[in-house]
């Protein structure tokens, strides 16, 4: 690297706005280093997508435990469900700069629009990112940089304001035209990509926030089946196809595993922070009846641990009016 160019770290999320963001640095000068943070909530595989067809190198790095501890009680609170994104850019920031050094990067960039989005981009909440980041002063937002509070990399020259773009508001035609400028190749449509957006998905995430039970494992099945809170200790999974019986079968450790014996159909997957009483499985069979499409009002089911399902009970459906209290979604 020359004496006078600059190497920058990227907050990458495989968007078009990141896309652009770190092209448009390239076009001006900048060396960009982009970095994926990743955790249960958005995983990395459409930001790994993105980057290859666009030539850009990209580095994962997981931050699920202080995500996680983000979580439980953000400073500037949650959006329509559980997104705490104001929380989540300044943390991301915070770790951000920590990596600094790492790859020898004078400062960082995001794609970042001045009011795209009402909680988390407009002017008070980009500088409240700034202070949970406790390095403000180090972030450029090259997409609407001429509408905010210069930085250090612009008050010292390192870049030239003049360079960087006035872009505000929720459309994306001037990201898409430069998109175009910029040879970028292949961009996702907009929308989110983290689960904490997503309402069923944060009703389940609400009920292991209620019950204490938010850790990786139980995290890794959340977008995956019906969810039940069988009693304060204990909840059930239904698989709804069979391609998620497939995902959540590599996933299965600890856990009790119930299908029916004579015919074809979901699985139930009971989680349980103590051991499961014989009226917790009963009831937990009795609710695996009513979501197979094929079963009797009465029939044998099979349970266990990790497939060894040695273990029988016949067992009559739940009704419909007795269901309703354990259904979390």
């Known amino acids: 690297m020359s004496v006078n160019k600059k190497r920058a770290l990227a907050l990458f999320s495989g968007g078009l706005d990141s896309l652009v963001a770190v092209k448009y ?26 980057a290859e067809i666009n030539d850009i190198k990209l580095e994962i790095i997981d931050i699920t435990d202080k995500h996680l501890e983000m979580l439980k009680n953000p400073r500037y609170g949650f959006g329509k469900c559980l997104n705490p994104c104001i929380d989540c850019h300044g943390l991301m920031f915070n770790i951000l700069y920590d990596y600094l050094e790492t790859y020898d990067a004078d400062f960082m960039i995001s794609g970042e629009v001045l009011k795209q989005r009402p909680m988390s981009q407009t002017k008070n909440a980009l500088i409240a990112v700034g202070k949970i980041s406790r390095h403000a002063d180090l972030i450029v937002r090259p997409l609407s940089q001429k509408l905010i509070q210069d930085t250090l990399p612009i008050r010292e020259n390192w870049i030239n304001k003049e360079d960087l773009l006035d872009i505000q508001g929720r459309t994306r035609a001037r990201q898409i035209q430069l998109a175009q400028e910029l040879g970028i190749k292949e961009y996702p449509n907009s929308g989110g990509g983290c689960l904490l957006t997503d309402k069923g998905y944060t009703k389940r995430l609400k009920d292991l926030m209620d019950y204490d039970s938010v850790n990786k494992e139980y995290l890794q099945f959340l977008p995956y089946g019906r969810h039940f809170r069988i009693n304060d200790n204990t ?14 079968t590599p996933l299965l450790k600890e856990e009790l595993v119930l299908k029916c014996k004579n015919i074809p159909g979901p699985l139930g997957i009971i989680q349980s922070k103590k051991e499961n009483s014989q009226d917790v499985i009963n009831l937990c069979a009795s609710i695996l009846l009513r979501y197979n499409a094929k079963s009797a009002d009465q029939e044998v089911v099979s349970f266990g641990k990790v497939f060894v399902l040695e273990n029988e009970i016949t067992i009559d459906k739940i009704s419909e009016i007795e269901l309703n209290k354990f259904k979390i979604n």
């Open 25 to 50: 640095m390239e076009k001006i000068g900048v060396e960009v280093i982009s970095i994926f943070f990743s955790t249960p909530f958005f995983p990395p595989d459409k930001a790994l997508k993105m």
């Open 235 to 248: 909840k059930l999974i239904i698989t709804r196809v069979k391609q998620e019986s497939d995902i959540i």
